[in-house]
C-alpha cells in the first residue's frame, strides 16, 4: 500500500488491526486513541479533514460493535466534527460507514469541500473520482502540512 504521502508500508494482515497495533505510522500521527478506538487522517487520501475512525478489535460491520462501543464511536465522531466546524476546516461533512468482507470496519468522516462540486453535487456517487483527483493533484508538501496542523489540532481538543 501506498500511503498519501507516497511512502510504501507494506502489510502483512489486517490494516486495520495492524494500525491500530501501531506495525506503521502516518507522517501526522495519530488524532486521537484511547483502548478502543483509533481517530487518523485517511491513509492514503490527503484530504485535508477526511479522518478515519475504526475500532481497535478487529470487526467487520457496525452490528458486532457493542451498544456502548457505538455510542463512544459516534462520539468521537461528532466532537471530530465540531472542532473540525469550529476550526473553519469544513463546514459540511459525509459519515460513512465501511463495511467489507474480511476487512476491519472503519467510519469515514469525510468532509464537503468546495473543490469536490466539480464532480458534480452527489458526492457520495463521485467518490471514486475525488479520490482518483486528491491522490493524483493532493499529494503536495502545502498539503501535507496542513493535514498536520489538522491532526495536532484534533489531538490537542480531543484530549480535553
Known amino acids: 500500500?501506498?500511503?498519501?504521502?507516497?511512502?510504501?508500508?507494506?502489510?502483512?494482515?489486517?490494516?486495520?488491526?495492524l494500525?491500530?497495533?501501531h506495525k506503521f505510522s502516518l507522517p501526522c500521527g495519530i488524532a486521537y486513541e484511547?483502548?478502543?478506538?483509533?481517530?487518523?487522517q485517511d491513509f492514503?487520501?490527503?484530504?485535508?479533514?477526511?479522518l478515519v475512525v475504526s475500532p481497535k478489535k478487529h470487526i467487520e460491520t457496525f452490528g458486532e460493535l457493542t451498544s456502548s462501543e457505538r455510542i463512544e464511536i459516534f462520539e468521537i465522531v461528532s466532537k471530530t466534527i465540531e472542532?473540525?466546524?469550529r476550526n473553519n476546516i469544513c463546514e459540511r461533512f459525509d459519515v460513512i460507514f465501511e463495511e467489507k468482507i474480511n476487512k476491519h470496519f472503519h467510519i469515514w468522516i469525510?468532509?464537503?469541500n468546495k473543490?469536490?462540486?466539480?464532480?458534480?453535487?452527489?458526492?457520495?456517487?463521485n467518490i471514486?473520482?475525488?479520490?482518483?483527483?486528491?491522490?493524483?493533484?493532493?499529494?503536495?508538501?502545502?498539503?501535507?502540512?496542513k493535514i498536520d496542523e489538522i491532526t495536532k489540532l484534533l489531538k490537542s481538543e480531543l484530549k480535553k
Open 128 to 145: 471514486g473520482k475525488i479520490f482518483k483527483y486528491a491522490k493524483t493533484n493532493m499529494r503536495t508538501k502545502e498539503n501535507f502540512n
Open 19 to 21: 494500525f491500530a497495533e
Open 115 to 125: 473543490w469536490m462540486e466539480e464532480f458534480g453535487g452527489n458526492i457520495i456517487c
Open 83 to 85: 472542532i473540525l466546524k
Open 110 to 112: 469525510m468532509p464537503r
Open 34 to 40: 484511547n483502548d478502543k478506538f483509533i481517530l487518523s
Open 1 to 17: 500500500m501506498i500511503n498519501y504521502a507516497g511512502e510504501e508500508i507494506k502489510i502483512n494482515g489486517c490494516l486495520g488491526c
Open 44 to 50: 492514503e487520501l490527503p484530504i485535508q479533514g477526511f
